[in-house]
T-cell receptor, first 117, second 113 residues
Framework: AQKITQTQPGMFVQEKEAVTLDCTYD???????LFWYKQPSSGEMIFLIY??????QNATEGRYSLNFQKARKSANLVISASQLGDSAMYFC??????????????FGTGTQLKVEL | NAGVTQTPKFQVLKTGQSMTLQCAQD?????MYWYRQDPGMGLRLIYY???????DKGEVPNGYNVSRLNKREFSLRLESAAPSQTSVYFC????????????FGPGTRLTVT
């Protein structure tokens, strides 16, 4: 079974609108972390936001927020007020187990977001 | 502060040739990682080093070896390259003392013909 599932291969959004990128995960470990990374066409991987499984509140970083629904095992990324520079591939990733040690990440297949005028 | 650097940026190999991908970080991070990215498959972990002096296999280690030369440097070696190893390779690092995120290098695009 896939540990991280991103079901939207491609998404379009108009500039200044909000967009939600879906991510569901599968783990039996009670301690885990969820991450979102952005990969623009230039190829680098840029960290956006992190949510720990024991965090009580949804993570936010500027225009990025993570809609964490533990019972549904979903960790959707919400980008508010989209900008043309948000056009990129977005990856959801998970760390299973406590932080420290190996901290290995498992990545989803990504969602290609295009922001239109 | 360069972060995570990788060399080379691009490489073309013939089947059976060997090469080493170099990675270095200047953030005093303990853990380092090698991933490969193939179209439609996201990033997959090849090997990692949780701390200086240790290395462990990831999801797709076959055909690769690694060396954690010191705290800064973590190299990935292809002993006998195969076309299936055509990919983009990313190195990453993470500090145990810091947050949970990994910091990635710019990637190496490798083509094996």
């Amino acid at each position: 079974a896939q540990k991280i599932t991103q079901t939207q291969p491609g998404m379009f959004v108009q500039e200044k609108e909000a967009v939600t990128l879906d991510c569901t995960y599968d783990t039996s470990d009670p301690s885990y972390g969820l991450f979102w990374y952005k990969q623009p066409s230039s190829g680098e991987m840029i960290f956006l936001i992190y949510q720990g499984s024991y965090d009580q509140q949804n993570a936010t970083e500027g225009r990025y927020s993570l809609n964490f629904q533990k019972a549904r095992k979903s960790a959707n990324l919400v980008i508010s007020a989209s900008q043309l520079g948000d056009s990129a591939m977005y990856f959801c990733a998970m760390r299973e187990g406590f932080t420290g040690g190996g901290n290995k990440l498992t990545f989803g297949t990504g969602t290609q977001l295009k922001v239109e005028l | 502060n360069a972060g995570v650097t990788q060399t080379p940026k691009f490489q073309v190999l013939k089947t059976g040739q060997s090469m080493t991908l170099q990675c270095a970080q200047d953030m005093n991070h303990n853990s380092m990682y090698w991933y490969r990215q193939d179209p439609g498959m996201g990033l997959r972990l090849i090997y990692y080093s949780a701390s200086e002096g240790t290395t462990d296999k990831g999801e797709v280690p076959n055909g690769y070896n690694v060396s954690r030369l010191n705290k800064r440097e973590f190299s990935l070696r292809l002993e006998s390259a195969a076309p299936s190893q055509t990919s983009v390779y990313f190195c990453a690092s993470r500090s145990l003392a810091g947050g949970d995120e990994q910091y990635f290098g710019p990637g190496t695009r490798l083509t094996v013909t």
